[in-house]
């Protein structure tokens, strides 16, 4: 009997210390899970849009040599958002990497709006620039997926079922461009119910810049500013290149968007020589998708829808006050013209650099051929450097230059283009001094450099309005705090 006792004893004492054990195991769990709920059901990037020194607070964290690969992701996966999915979203994104990049952002958005299950999205494989890159050659698919499941399930494929019914017949359609939150409820939603899936082939400018609801435009930034992380791949070439630039210095970044493909259709052709005019010409004529054919170079370049020469934007430094030992990384494409095109910046500024001369060959190889990559270079180096000039306001301009503001307010020089069009006329034929010149793009700059500001709207033109991933201001702090900044 006493050795039953002494087990007996034993086996409750066992019993208890498992029970216990058990116990602080289940604490432990809900401790951590609390906590990640706690820090993420607003997710990072949205708490600091909620509050007023969200911008001072983005750019404290991004401080450092590796600010810009410094992310926002959780320390853990964040908790699913469950819900009954009303179908499945396919979409097609058009233009290049950051027209792509906005539509992203844009679907994202829809998706979750309408409470679909979006598909990993299609880039554009079909215009000019050719490039074959899927979307995990360039973002961070896991990331991508993961860091927003607390607003939606997206999937890397169709279940097989519905993917041979889509071969068979698909309901496909472009949204209307600038449309708000009403529309996809209306005109969409119960397409994504009937077909069970549904195809966007075009992902630009599909969502409003204004007046939708403060919960979707703060999605908008976390998309875009959380959860299109790059690939690793690119994240370290990129890093490599923004550590190379820091440890010389402060460097400016000039996105000179004189390409080829710009030059022909938009038909700006201002110090081009008649046969390149002519070669110009006729790769937009070439080309049956791109609609207005006769243009009138100079009556664009006096309203300011041109990009600025390589021979115009050396003057423009110089007269802003950039010293000749400025250290300037290109970013952009090959330039029309070749070196012919850069030979009086390269003699303004000798420190001039592009990625192209930073890494080597070896380095640069895997993302040759692949403009949508190597842009995306050009994006992380843009958003880190100490101040960013644009020559034109096309896509690239305009996120890095949001960005930047989320960053903190960046120096980013906006560049009056129709301004600078007449005061470069009238320096260069004569009527204007040098001092003259320089004081008065001086004075049409100051208030241009990235300053905080509220976007202009412009009912019923929103074309005309200031683009919303250009000057997010719902995710820069609260309404009043943007006030006080203001």
């Not at 554009?124 to 607003?151: C, M, P, Q, T, Y």
């Not at 020589?273 to 207005?292: C, F, H, I, N, V």
């Not at 309005?465 to 820069?476: I, R, S, T, V």
Request: aromatic share 8%.
């Amino acid at each position: 009997m006493v050795v039953a006792a002494g087990h007996g004893g034993r086996r409750r004492r066992a019993w208890r210390w498992a029970m216990r054990a058990a116990a602080s195991a289940v604490v432990w769990t809900a401790v951590v899970q609390l906590a990640s709920i706690a820090g993420l059901w607003r997710p990072r990037v949205l708490a600091d849009c909620g509050g007023g020194g969200g911008a001072a607070t983005g750019l404290a964290a991004l401080a450092g040599e590796d600010r810009v690969a410094a992310r926002l992701s959780p320390p853990a996966l964040v908790p699913r958002r469950i819900y009954k999915s009303n179908g499945y979203l396919l979409v097609t994104c058009n233009g290049g990497l950051n027209q792509m990049r906005a539509g992203i952002c844009d679907m994202v958005t829809i998706a979750r709006y309408l409470n679909l299950t979006l598909v990993v999205p299609e880039l554009d494989k079909r215009s000019f620039w050719a490039d074959s890159s899927e979307f995990g050659d360039i973002f961070d698919v896991s990331h991508f997926i993961n860091s927003l499941r607390d607003e939606l399930m997206i999937v890397k494929e169709l279940p097989m079922k519905l993917k041979l019914k889509t071969k068979r017949r698909l309901y496909s359609m472009p949204p209307v461009s600038w449309s708000n939150e009403t529309y996809y409820l209306k005109r969409v939603l119960r397409l994504a119910r009937k077909h069970k899936v549904i195809h966007f082939n075009k992902t630009d400018a599909r969502l409003a810049n204004n007046g939708l609801p403060v919960k979707l435009q703060r999605l908008r930034c976390r998309v875009n500013f959380e959860a299109l992380r790059f690939t690793p791949q690119i994240e370290a070439l990129g890093r490599k290149l923004i550590s190379t630039l820091q440890k010389s210095g402060q460097f400016v970044v000039l996105h000179l968007r004189y390409e080829m493909d710009m030059l022909s259709f938009s038909g700006c052709t201002h110090g081009c020589s008649d046969e390149e005019t002519e070669e110009l010409t006729r790769m937009r004529y070439a080309y049956p998708w791109w609609k207005e054919k006769e243009i009138d170079s100079e009556v664009k370049r006096f309203q300011g829808l041109c990009p600025l020469t390589p021979e115009e934007i050396t003057l423009v430094l110089k007269a802003l006050g950039f010293k000749k030992d400025t250290l300037i990384y290109i970013a952009s494409g090959e330039i029309y013209g070749g070196e012919r095109r850069l030979a009086a910046l390269k003699a303004a500024y000798p420190r001039l650099v592009r990625k192209e001369k930073l890494l080597s060959p070896e380095e640069l190889q895997p993302f040759q051929n692949h403009s949508t990559q190597m842009a995306a270079l050009d994006y992380m180096v843009s958003i880190a450097s100490d101040v960013f000039i644009p020559s034109y306001d096309g896509n690239m301009a305009r996120v890095v230059e949001g960005h930047r503001r989320y960053t903190g307010f960046r120096k980013t020089i906006l560049l009056d283009r129709v301004k600078l069009v007449e005061l470069l006329d009238s320096f260069q034929g004569g009527a204007m001094s040098w001092n003259e010149f320089s004081a008065a793009v001086k004075k049409a700059h100051q208030h241009r450099m990235g300053q905080p500001t509220e976007r202009k709207v412009i009912p019923g033109r929103p074309k005309e309005e200031d683009y919303f991933y250009a000057n997010p201001q719902e995710c820069l702090g609260s309404r009043e705090g943007l006030r006080d900044i203001l």
